[in-house]
């Protein structure tokens, strides 16, 4: 066994035929991590929803713009990085899904389920521009039942 | 692997019995349409089975709610069927749970559409 994690990486082009791909690389990663299935469910939710984000909102469905997606698996965790080429944006800055008018929308669930599913989730300015969405699951031993 | 749908009429009722994944592009398309071809034809009392659904992500859900609010601006009503724990836990986390009818006896939910003629 040694310290460093066990990476899994894609380069895709802003096609949301592609998604596929990265929530099947997301099932092996997180299968790999260790964690059961109603995680790895969470686990390829948040990636998938995260991937949707950047082609659609980040790279704004250019198909000459490219989405990274990095998986990284440690003994106590999985960390999952997605990077496009846009702007980025704040997510402290959209719209609560749960609050009563908004409940009949038809989008803007997306970040609210990412944030559901995993333990940590943040929007940087990635180094060489655009925008990486860091998102982290811990694995946890479930507590017992007494 | 995409979403398949297929419709049955049960009395008053269209079910419609619905596969596979339900995500952004053809499968919340393919349901949209779906919806829209059923209320143009005057059917609206629609109860979508989603029993055989394996995957819906943040986009799906946005559809279902597009049709329940579709149908109900027609005066007609949309329920769900036969929910995976999958599919039920996204309806409880992100409260929709409680905006949709939803039931897991078909039969039971066929008969809950009937207006009731006489009290
Ligand atoms: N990668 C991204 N780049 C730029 N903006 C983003 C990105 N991801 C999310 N956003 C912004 O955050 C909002 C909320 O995203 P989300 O919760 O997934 O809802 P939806 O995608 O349905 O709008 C989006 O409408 C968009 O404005
Ligand atoms: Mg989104």
């Excluded at chain 2, 597009?66 to 005066?75: K, L, M, R």
């Excluded at chain 2, 992100?94 to 009731?116: G, H, M």
Aim: hydrophobic content about 40%; charged content about 25%.
């Amino acid at each position: 066994m040694t310290a460093e994690p066990r990476v899994y990486e894609l380069n895709l082009e802003s096609d949301l035929k592609n998604v596929e791909a990265a929530d099947e690389m997301s099932r092996r990663a997180s299968s790999t991590a260790g964690f059961d299935e109603d995680d790895r469910q969470r686990i390829e939710m948040a990636v998938h929803e995260s991937l949707i984000n950047a082609i659609w909102h980040g790279n704004k469905n250019d198909a000459s713009k490219h989405v990274w997606v990095k998986f990284e698996i440690f003994a106590d965790r999985l960390e999952v990085r997605v990077r496009d080429q846009g702007n980025g944006f704040d997510p402290t800055n959209i719209p609560n899904p749960l609050a009563e008018e908004n409940l009949l929308s038809i989008s803007g669930r997306g970040i609210f389920l990412i944030k559901s599913f995993m333990d940590d989730f943040r929007v940087e300015k990635a180094a060489g521009g655009g925008t990486e969405v860091t998102m982290i699951k811990r694995v946890v031993s479930k507590p017992k039942s007494t | 692997m995409s979403m398949k749908a297929s419709t049955r009429q049960v009395n008053s009722v269209t079910v419609i019995d619905v596969s596979g994944r339900i995500t952004l592009g053809e499968g919340c398309a393919q349901l949209r349409q779906l919806i829209r071809d059923h209320l143009s034809k005057g059917n609206k009392h629609i109860l979508v089975n989603l029993g055989d659904v394996s995957y819906i992500d943040s986009s799906g859900i946005g559809e279902l709610v597009s049709a329940y609010t579709a149908v109900s601006n027609q005066g007609g009503q949309l329920k769900l069927l036969n929910l995976t724990k999958k599919v039920h836990d996204l309806l409880q986390i992100t409260k929709l749970y409680t905006v949709f009818d939803v039931r897991d006896d078909e039969a039971e939910a066929i008969s809950s559409f009937q207006k009731p003629a006489q009290a």
